[in-house]
C-alpha cells in the first residue's frame, strides 16, 4: 500500500469545523496528515499500529511537504523576514 497526503487536510491533520470555525483533527486521517491508498485508489487512515513500521517514510513525505510549501529548516534573521520587511 502506498502512503499519500491526505486529500481532507492537504497534510496538515486538522481541518476547520464547519459550524464553530474551529480547527479539529481531520477524521480522514486521525491528524497524521497522510493515509494509505490501496490499489484500486480507495484512500484509508494509516492504524495506530502501523506508525512504528511507517515512521521514517512519514518524516520523508512531511519534510518533502514542508520544503514544497518553502521551508528550508534554517532560521531568517528578523531583518530577512518578510513579514517584517512590510512592516518597513
Known amino acids: ?12 491533520g486538522t481541518v476547520e469545523d464547519e459550524d464553530t ?3 479539529v483533527e481531520c477524521d480522514w ?5 497522510y493515509v494509505y491508498r490501496d490499489d484500486q485508489g480507495i ?6 499500529g502501523d506508525y512504528g513500521k511507517v515512521a521514517d517514510q ?6 518533502e ?11 531568517k534573521k ?6 517584517r520587511k512590510k512592516r518597513d
Not at 484512500?43 to 495506530?48: G, L, S, T, V
Request: aromatic share 8%; net charge negative.
Open 1 to 12: 500500500m502506498e502512503i499519500v497526503i491526505c486529500a481532507a487536510c492537504d497534510g496538515y
Open 21 to 23: 470555525f474551529v480547527m
Open 29 to 33: 486521517c486521525g491528524g497524521a496528515g
Open 43 to 48: 484512500d484509508r487512515k494509516i492504524p495506530d
Open 58 to 63: 512519514l518524516e520523508q513525505l512531511e519534510a
Open 65 to 75: 511537504r514542508l520544503r514544497t510549501l518553502g521551508y528550508t529548516g534554517s532560521p
Open 78 to 83: 528578523p531583518w530577512e523576514q518578510a513579514v
